[in-house]
């Protein structure tokens, strides 16, 4: 029998420490993951950091075992170079480093939101989408159009998922909160709250703010926030999602980043699609967050597509989806 083509990613740019191993084909052999939380506080660099190296080696060893491979098995290294909390992508990145030199394995570094989008095209059957990437710290609609990854509209200022957290934080939810804020919304009702779209981007900062100082000014439930808080800022997104659509003549969204878990606006965005005849998916559950095999299956995209050396050995925490050469679409 040939021997399949497996690729180990790592994965390290925010509250994730992860390890898979796919196969050049996109099936998923192993999927190890170790998740910073605190009842307290947010994502502090230094304590991120602190965890991810507490957990490597391990995370690495057991995604090996659960794979049923060995390091002399892999043929391709691939991790997260880009974008994220330095302090995080650089363990990230060493533990990578370690493996492929002590292997003589090639090293490709690959960008975190792309392999989000790649990932959203491996696990649905959507082929050209306008894609919807709303993680912790990324809120962007995207479509590919003229060899890169364009972006349409944005927040101006957090991502979708850290408004939540600061939300919660805020009435005293802990990190992360978004299944949390979910729970709580089911048994809500409709306030009035500020809603803030621009042209096409978004802004959430502010909705927050007033939000959680309305919580100390006034009696009004947990719940009541929540729902409230959610309807607007799924309104606010599935408003400039349809315009990119409208836009683009595209005829699919992809849903993807840690808050495509939520149910609601997987309901949102679907009524919106049926409106418009367009496909909707959503990323599976499991791989709506931050998760190692995306890094893998990315590595294994731009590895089998390049052209030129595509081996890369930094970290880049600040650079935007809009600037990858895209070479495997
Ligand atoms: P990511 O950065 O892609 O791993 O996504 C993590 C973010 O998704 C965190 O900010 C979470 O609060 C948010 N999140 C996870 N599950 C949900 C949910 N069910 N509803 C809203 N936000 C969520
Ligand atoms: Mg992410």
Redesign the pocket.
């Known amino acids: 029998m040939a021997k399949k083509f497996l690729c180990l990613g790592i994965e390290s740019t925010?509250?994730?420490f992860g390890a898979s191993v796919v196969s050049g084909d996109g099936e998923v052999l192993s999927d190890i993951r170790e998740m910073f939380t605190t009842e307290e506080g947010g994502l502090k660099l230094d304590e991120v950091a602190e965890h991810h190296k507490k957990v490597a080696e391990h995370v690495v060893e057991r995604a090996l075992k659960d794979a049923g491979v060995e390091i002399e098995d892999l043929e391709l290294i691939s991790f997260s170079r880009a974008p994220g909390l330095a302090p995080s992508l650089l363990v990230g990145m060493n533990a990578a480093k370690e493996i492929a030199k002590d292997g003589g394995i090639p090293l490709v570094g690959v960008n975190h939101c792309v392999a989000?989008l790649s990932s959203g095209l491996l696990f649905t059957k959507a082929k050209n989408p306008v894609f919807v990437f709303?993680?912790?710290?990324?809120t962007q609609i995207i479509a590919f159009e003229g060899r890169k990854f364009r972006v349409f509209g944005e927040t101006l200022d957090v991502?979708?998922?850290?408004a939540?957290?600061k939300f919660?934080r805020g009435i005293g939810l802990g990190?992360?909160?978004?299944?949390k804020?979910?729970v709580l919304a089911k048994k809500g009702s409709y306030v009035e709250l500020p809603y803030s779209v621009k042209g096409m981007d978004l802004a959430f900062s502010g909705i927050v703010s007033h939000v959680v100082r309305l919580s100390k000014q006034k009696k009004i439930s947990k719940q009541d926030l929540c729902y409230s808080i959610?309807e607007n800022f799924f309104s606010m997104l599935t408003e400039v999602s349809e315009r990119a659509l409208a836009h683009t003549g595209k005829k699919e969204i992809v849903l993807i980043?840690?808050?495509a878990?939520?149910?609601r606006?997987c309901e949102m965005m679907g009524i919106m699609c049926k409106e418009r005849e367009c496909m909707f998916y959503s990323v599976p559950l499991k791989y709506?967050?931050?998760n190692a095999v995306m890094i893998a299956w990315q590595g294994i995209l731009e590895k089998k597509s390049a052209t030129k050396n595509v081996e890369r050995w930094d970290i880049n925490p600040r650079e935007r989806i809009d600037l990858v050469e895209v070479e495997w679409m």
């Not at 709303?134 to 990324?138: I, L, Q």
């Not at 991502?159 to 850290?162: E, F, T």
């Not at 990190?175 to 299944?179: A, E, H, I, M, Q």
Request: hydrophobic share 25%; with cysteine; charged share 10%.
């Open positions: 925010a509250h994730t989000h709303t993680s912790g710290a990324n991502g979708l998922g850290n939540f957290d919660g990190f992360p909160c978004g299944p804020i979910e959610q980043g840690g808050v878990a939520n149910k606006l709506s967050g931050d």
